[in-house]
DNA sequence: TTTTTAGGTCAACCATATTGACAATTTACC
DNA sequence: GGTAAATTGTCAATATGGTTGACCTAAAAA
């Protein structure tokens, strides 16, 4: 009966995940639709912001995806001159990415938009319950089973 | 200097979303893989297990996603025979979902090896920090900023 | 009887991802 | 210097998962 119980738990657990995921996603996903952006859009301006002068295979590395489907959206956003392209260091290969003053702009924006919302929460739960779920998410992020 | 480190605090948080709603994804996605699935397909199966009988227009409220973006997986797990059509109650209208034993023994593997990996998790930090986790999960999921 | 609800299906489209192939450039090594 | 390997970029084909719009049947509700 408590096992029973106990899967229950862990059930909601799954459920809280993805409904959670889903709920902090709906923010920024309706600044990036003014835009016309999506969510790959969303993560190079987000970790070229808090990357400036991060390399392509950097990115490639954090976002775990092929060059091709990262060339897409970037190009996009050096299109719309939301990311430039920073004079290469002593390795001329490598391209230097950072945000341009527009692309700050709109990643300062969308950033906000998840920072309010974690804030809010935060806010209500208190600092203990805030470092508990940190430790938690941590934990599941460096799942060993982990591709 | 106290809002800085307050900022680099919620910047982390927003990490730990992305990294650990990843890495959660990845033992099923490697299941799926198997029977060449995807997470649509997982979705279907997890919440038709969950409510046995379930209509479609009430899967189509859990998940949010068009009629026409449920047809195409729901007609293949069909057809792959893991969840059957039951007889209809008395609103003939309906079509009430089940899982097949095929569809069970499936999701049962799916769901067992999520909530293995949050079990790992919740016994290395305990039921304190299981309970306030789940809190901020809670007040995540319904933002009252969600679609 | 008319309207609403539940469902199914077709088409066109878009976003995000994949693999494979190949070129250009640059660095590293012999 | 010359060759091999690494880095980046781009093309094509393909798959998945989603959208909207339109149109259909059937059954329930008004």
């Known amino acids: ?3 029973l119980k106990r899967q229950a738990g862990l ?3 799954i459920e809280l ?3 959670a995921y889903r709920a902090f996603t709906a923010r920024a996903d309706r600044i990036l639709e003014h835009h016309g952006l999506g969510r790959a859009h969303h993560r190079i301006l987000y970790f070229v912001g808090r990357h400036p002068d991060i390399a392509i295979h950097a990115l ?3 976002l775990k995806i092929s ?5 897409a959206p970037l190009r996009r956003l050096l299109a719309e001159d939301l990311v430039s392209v920073g004079a290469a260091g002593h390795d001329h290969r490598t391209k ?3 945000l341009t003053k527009a692309g700050h702009t709109l990643e300062s924006q969308l950033t906000a938009s998840q920072t309010e919302q974690l804030a809010e929460v935060f806010k209500k ?3 203990d319950a805030e470092k508990d779920w940190r430790q938690v998410m941590a934990h599941l992020a ?3 089973h982990s591709p």
Request: aromatic share 12%.
């Open 67 to 71: 060059k091709q489907a990262l060339n």
């Open 96 to 98: 230097l990415l950072r």
């Open 17 to 19: 995940l993805y409904f």
């Open 125 to 127: 739960v208190g600092w």
């Open 1 to 3: 009966m408590v096992d």
């Open 60 to 62: 490639l590395d954090i």
């Open 11 to 13: 059930l909601e657990a």
């Open 142 to 144: 460096d799942d060993p």
